[in-house]
């Protein structure tokens, strides 16, 4: 088959080409961005080749997928419907794909990425699988079997997808733009549970997790005697989370992972319950989790002097608060400083208070204009990132322009967080430094 791309810079996007070309298809792609991406590591390791105006001439036989950040009005998109060729959405081709496989879909507003990193590192270390990872990255092999799919609930997107075995990592109200409240998210959780042919590997810990029914057999994780699988004897250090896991009562193993908060944890025992239902020995399993690196852009950390960079995808107050922790966890005798870019204006408004809480819990906080591609301002005209600034103790209004500020605080661990494309700003704060 041949794939034409379009957004295919997008961290899923990218994901998607990198495993449909692993498949043995043609894959080419078009984006409106002519900046370096991360995403596009793993495009240029295979040789896809990204266009940035409408110079590519696609034969009859492509296919168009466009990434749901494109307008559907997009001129690219235009041109290439005048051709005639066949349109698909990118979360209809996902979908088509997970037909193909036995699919275990990692869902949940938080932790995503991560348990569907760990998941794929156990699994294709053993069997040889395929994933589609949240940060960019895909793989594929049409000889494997198994398929790990993040499965992000954005305009229930997630409901295209015919998963196997189901993971819910936690449930809170997120995507304001496209439910209406916590309930509405819930009934959607549950719709892709009850499309799940086999089983439920659930966070026992996450109340609105609890509230999933469905007909499968579920498997629970998470601190709580009540789970299936439980952490104990927790150790939290400077350089490393250790726990024991306890299956149904029975002592599982030791683990001591490289990475920090208990919300890593509760990600490593997702994927260790996956493991069991899928025949992994431990021994395979305490491998590829303690020598786990994590995502990119969760937590990545850059050291200048004495000077902590803290890039992390955290854009909702659970997130921050799991940075936050994570920082004093592995740094608990520095200061830790907030750079935030707000990203959707319908998110900033819905979490308002609970964004003001998380960040005058840091030391000091620097926050951006609100970012959003998708929304108008004009649409929330009460709606700023000086809501923010004003609501938060210790803050201040920081860009591009004035980046230097950053440099007064020597000796402390500044966090970069946001969805959005915070790099840029990152970057010139690292070059000031050196």
Do not use: W
């Not at 991560?114 to 960019?136: K, P, Q, R, W």
């Not at 920090?260 to 025992?269: A, E, P, T, Y």
């Not at 899928?278 to 950390?301: D, H, T, W």
């Amino acid at each position: 088959m041949k794939y034409y791309l379009i957004g295919i810079k997008g961290s899923g996007m990218s994901a998607l080409a990198t495993l449909l070309y692993d498949l043995g298809n043609v894959v080419v792609g078009y984006d409106d961005s002519t900046e370096y991406k991360f995403t596009l590591e793993g495009l240029n390791q295979r040789g896809i080749e990204v266009y940035h105006d409408n110079q590519f001439i696609p034969d009859k036989d492509f296919i168009v997928c466009y990434s749901n950040a494109v307008n559907e009005n997009h001129p690219e998109i235009s041109r290439l419907q005048k051709m005639n060729l066949k349109m698909i959405r990118y979360q209809d081709l996902i979908g088509s794909l997970s037909k193909k496989f036995q699919t275990i879909s990692v869902s949940g507003t938080h932790g995503k990425t991560t348990t569907s990193l760990m998941i794929s590192s156990i699994l294709d270390s053993f069997y040889g699988a395929n994933y589609f990872v949240g940060d960019g990255r895909g793989h594929g092999n049409s000889k494997n079997k198994l398929f790990v799919l993040e499965s992000c609930e954005y305009n229930k997107h997630f409901l295209e997808y015919f998963p196997e075995t189901l993971v819910i990592t936690n449930i809170e109200l997120e995507h304001t733009e496209c439910y209406k409240d916590l309930q509405d998210i819930i009934a959607n959780f549950n719709i892709l549970a009850n499309k799940t042919s086999k089983q439920l590997v659930l966070c026992g810990d996450n109340e609105n997790v609890l509230k999933i029914k469905s007909p499968k057999k579920s498997y629970y994780y998470g601190f709580n005697e009540t789970n299936n699988l439980v952490a104990k004897n927790i150790d939290l250090t400077e350089t490393y989370s250790a726990f024991d896991v306890y299956l149904d009562g029975e002592f599982y193993e030791h683990f001591q992972l490289p990475l920090f908060g208990k919300h890593m944890i509760l990600d490593s025992l997702a994927a260790i319950m996956v493991a069991i239902l899928y025949n992994v020995p431990k021994e395979i399993v305490k491998e590829k989790l303690n020598s786990f690196q994590g995502a990119i852009r969760r937590f990545n950390e850059t050291k200048i002097a004495d000077t902590i960079i803290i890039d992390d995808y955290a854009h909702h107050p659970t997130e921050i608060k799991a940075t936050l922790d994570s920082v004093r966890q592995k740094y608990p005798n520095k200061k830790a400083i907030a750079v935030f870019l707000p990203n959707t204006y319908s998110r900033t408004e819905a979490l308002l208070e609970d964004f003001c809480k998380v960040l005058n819990s840091f030391d000091y906080s620097y926050i951006m204009d609100i970012k959003c591609d998708r929304e108008r301002p004009e649409d929330y005209p009460n709606i700023s990132s000086d809501i923010l600034i004003n609501k938060t103790l210790n803050s201040k209004k920081i860009s591009l322009e004035n980046v230097e500020i950053l440099k007064q605080h020597k000796n402390e661990v500044i966090c970069f967080m946001s969805c959005a494309n915070i790099t840029p700003m990152i970057n010139k704060f690292i070059s000031l430094l050196k």
